[in-house]
């Protein structure tokens, strides 16, 4: 994958082969700038590869629209970011509930509600992000991303913004949450501990993998 920039060509991946099965947990580990951020957004399809195929759940995402790769996200992927990317006008139920209203879905504020009662805000579903503490607000996001059942969920430093005891339950439910719906798990992490958790752990240095 290369962006251009003012002193020329960067290439953020190179030479990248990785491939991962049906509900196996990845930890992602490297330095700043070595490339992980970048191959989360190009497995999510919200950067374009700009060599190679990229496929997930047996997909090839480098050759759909940009309405068919949003539709097939919303389907078959959940992403958690470092930043919550709430939307601070609408309630905890509203956000979560979106992506399910995106997708047609006739249960949407049902499921929803659910989803944030097994990540523990069931009381707080009426509560606007300005009124959830950091810790809540990444529950939300994750109830967001696990709403729909994904396949996989890729998270990017998801305890980046929160403190040790905090960021350290939210692992915990993620983890939890993946196993119980058999989701595949992505995990960016700088954090050598968090990525142990994970079933298989892979470096990025420089734009490469190695294992």
Known sequence: ?????ASGTVDALKDIGFTMN?????????????????????????????????HVAGQEIGTMSEDELARFRGRTMGIVFQDFH???????????????????????????????????????????????????QQRVALARALAPRPRLVLADEPTGNLDQETGAAVIDLIFRQCSAHGSGLVLITHDLTLAARCGRQVTMRDGKLSR
């Open 1 to 5: 994958m290369t962006y251009s920039s």
């Open 86 to 136: 709430l939307i601070e006008t609408m309630t905890a139920l509203e956000n979560v509930a979106l992506p399910l209203d995106f997708a047609g879905r006739k249960d949407a504020e049902e499921a929803a509600r659910a989803m944030l009662g097994e990540v523990g805000l069931g009381k707080r579903a009426t509560h606007y992000p300005g009124q959830l503490s950091g810790g809540e």
């Open 22 to 54: 049906a509900g196996e947990s990845v930890g992602v580990i490297g330095p700043s700038g070595s490339g992980k951020s970048s191959l989360m957004m190009v497995l999510a399809g919200l950067e374009r590869a700009t060599s190679g195929h990229v």
